[in-house]
């Protein structure tokens, strides 16, 4: 294997751009030593909330942090049943165990492999407490009939919205379709901070005090408690660095839609040699968090990609419940044909707002070598 002729993913060329505005920033909110809490956070929590056009927004420590206290504040505990993709990072499942709460899985769909209805449907017990969405790699799952099952049968919906900051269904924002919802800041998302981070929204008053409350001992006031909480604060320092990036943000996402865009022109030609090229939802405003190829003999092609120089990478190369750790949870009998085989044939190709030309098309040109 030789090496790759560029990164995968390069997060030092976004940084060299916002360098000198992150300093200054940081110099001056580090001479007020308002390292915790402040304006940095309430500032910034404001101008995502607006910017992804929800109600509230809750800076917390991580995306799995956002995601718990989703689950705590929808009432999730244990015992309780909570219906998640088969097919997602470990996280999204992760959370729910963490809260003493079953993970059960459903299979996906195998055109834009998030979440199928159906599949939701068969796995409906009365122990069903809620149903845990993920829009994977930057597109909003199919949502109406999800929201009208929930609707029927009084079940909450979290949003997993890790890879889709920014990605809207029918014009609707991902973060405020369902009940309460999971951002993640880690570096390399499409709104990346300088370290963990993580934001739950929500357009409900209600769940949106819980979170907040949630996040920091369940206590409004000084030493006065009124719900049990736990420290999951995101710093001053990140807040700020996170509120320099936002301004950005739409930016980066239409870059990586041209991207997205021109891979599948360019790509088209290759179908006929077994390439499935990503498909985007009627309705959906997709965000490329990864842009996500399917491939029969995917270890092949992937092995003549890297001779070339070309890097590759899969999300994810196991479906959930394959996962030894998870063992307890899954129900015998139980199947999700869907996700493993996406989980055998899915590629992701380099896909980061400052990708080159020259990058995109070696990208191109290996893929015609390649296949
Ligand atoms: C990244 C990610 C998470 C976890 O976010 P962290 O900030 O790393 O804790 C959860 N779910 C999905 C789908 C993710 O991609």
């Known amino acids: 294997m030789s090496t790759p002729k560029f990164p995968f993913f390069d997060i030092t060329r976004q940084y060299g751009k916002i360098k000198s505005e992150v300093m200054s ?209 995101l710093d001053s320092l990140q807040c700020a660095y996170l509120h320099v990036k936002l301004p950005y943000l739409a930016k980066w996402n239409e870059r990586r839609a041209w991207i997205a865009d021109y891979y599948n022109k360019n790509l088209k030609d290759l179908e006929t040699k077994g390439l499935v090229l990503p498909v985007t939802q009627q309705g959906n405003t997709h965000v490329w968090h990864q842009y996500v190829v399917r491939i029969p003999n995917r270890e092949e092609v992937r092995g003549r990609l890297a001779e070339l120089g070309v890097p590759t990478d899969v999300y994810y190369p196991k479906a959930i419940p394959r996962e030894e750790v998870l063992r307890e949870f899954v129900a015998g009998g139980d199947s999700w044909p869907v996700a493993d085989k996406a989980a055998q044939e899915v590629l992701a190709l380099p896909i980061f707002p400052e990708l080159t030309q020259q990058e995109i098309d070696l990208v191109i040109q290996g893929l015609h070598k390649s296949l």
């Not at 915790?36 to 420590?61: L, N, P, R, S």
């Not at 949003?159 to 889709?164: F, G, H, L, N, R």
């Open 25 to 233: 920033r940081f110099e001056k909110l580090l001479d007020t030593q308002a390292l915790i809490g402040g304006a940095a956070v309430t500032d910034f929590e404001k101008a995502a909330a607006e910017w992804m056009g929800v109600k509230h927004a809750v800076t917390c420590a991580s995306g799995t942090d956002a995601l718990i206290i989703a689950l705590r504040a929808a009432g999730v505990k244990e015992g309780d049943e909570v219906i998640t993709p088969a097919f997602s990072f470990f996280a999204s499942s992760g959370a729910i165990t963490w809260i003493g709460a079953k993970p059960v899985w459903a299979d996906i769909r195998p055109d834009t492999y998030c979440i199928d209805v159906e599949q939701i449907k068969k796995r409906l017990t009365p122990k069903t407490k809620a149903i845990m969405v993920v829009h994977l790699y930057g597109q909003c799952v199919d949502m109406d009939p999800i929201l009208d099952l929930a609707k029927q049968k009084g079940l909450y919906v979290i949003e997993d919205c890790a890879q889709s900051i920014g990605a809207k269904y029918k014009g609707r924002s991902a973060g405020g379709l369902g009940h309460i919802a999971a951002v993640s800041f880690y570096p390399t998302k499409n709104l990346g901070g300088a370290g963990d981070g993580g934001l739950v929204t929500t357009n409900d008053d209600a769940l949106g005090r819980t979170a907040l409350l949630m996040r920091q001992h369940g206590m409004p006031k000084r030493y006065t408690y009124e719900i049990r909480g736990f420290n999951s604060r």
